[in-house]
């Protein structure tokens, strides 16, 4: 890997983390373009090492929410009286949310990062997940906001978040998906989806670092990726709140099949290989 394959990565990473169109199957598509050994364990690593300058830019960008968070929890654990408040619950939900993607991300990592790592899984679950996607908007009630979130939402988005580490079917499609099943409204299922990306993606890009920094990737190449998925991120973010305050997340849907068509055509033609 280069710098040029770093900047690459990075701008794919930035603009796909929060989309609905899979982060991991758009990097695993352009590190197959650029003549990178998807299924090898240094780029498979250096894929969840950049993906935490998008986590850094959510930080950013929700930050003094995520402090007001951090000091409701941490006083509600004292104080009775902040147990009630919407941040104290929202720090437990995260809490909560993230154990199942934690538990199973590092029971099945050989897998996700062997047998998964695969253009073939990442074009049918582009297809696949887009059937989830246009169906949850179909029967969408939108009818709860952010104060009636509940334990039980964040445990149904948590768990959903879980399919997502399937290459293609798209972390924030699945749980923001998860969210208008749950009858939350639009922003509401993103706001939550962006919460919590945060212990996952850090806790993966923490875990996988040493393997990205073993192989011939060199630490000036990961800051460089990390660095361009985070500025990158930061104006993604902001588009994709504004943008599904007005519109359906199937908005995304046919590019989602469209490229998954490509691809399969692609594989099937032995054009492409599949890793």
């Known amino acids: 890997m280069n710098y040029f394959d770093a900047v690459v990565l990075g701008v794919v990473e930035g603009l796909t983390e929060f989309l609905p169109v ?6 695993t598509i352009a590190e197959k373009m650029l003549g990178l ?18 986590i850094g830019a959510v930080i950013v960008y929700f930050v003094r929410d995520i402090l007001n968070i951090i000091k409701a929890w941490t006083l509600g654990l004292v ?8 941040d104290h619950r929202m720090g437990w939900y995260i809490i ?14 050989d897998f996700i990062k062997g047998d998964l790592r695969t253009l073939w899984v990442v074009a049918f ?3 696949g997940w887009s059937a989830v996607m246009w169906f949850a908007e179909r029967v969408a009630r939108q009818v709860r906001g952010e104060r009636e979130l509940t334990m039980k939402d964040a445990v149904v988005v948590g768990v ?6 399937a290459p293609g079917v798209s972390r924030s499609g699945a749980t923001i998906s998860a969210g208008l099943l749950r009858g939350l409204d639009r922003t509401t299922a993103t706001k939550l989806s962006f919460f919590l990306s945060i212990p996952a993606l850090v806790a993966a890009g923490l875990f996988e670092l040493k393997d990205a920094l073993g192989g011939d990737i060199h630490a000036g190449e990961a800051i460089v990726g990390v660095v361009v998925a985070f500025v990158v991120a930061y104006a993604s973010i902001a588009w994709l709140l504004r943008f599904v305050a007005h519109h359906p997340i199937t908005w995304f849907v ?4 469209a490229l998954g068509v490509v691809l399969i055509a692609l594989l099937a033609t032995n054009t492409i290989s599949a890793t």
Do not use: W
């Open 79 to 86: 104080k009775p009286e902040y147990r009630g408040q919407l």
């Open 22 to 27: 899979s982060s991991t199957g758009h990097l």
């Open 160 to 165: 959903t978040q879980v399919i997502s580490l």
């Open 254 to 257: 046919p590019y989602r099949v």
């Open 96 to 109: 909560v949310g993230s154990i199942p993607v934690g538990i199973v991300g590092l029971l099945a990592k």
């Open 37 to 54: 050994k998807v299924d090898d364990p240094a780029i498979t690593g250096y894929t969840a090492v950049i993906q935490m300058g998008a």
């Open 125 to 127: 679950a582009l297809i």
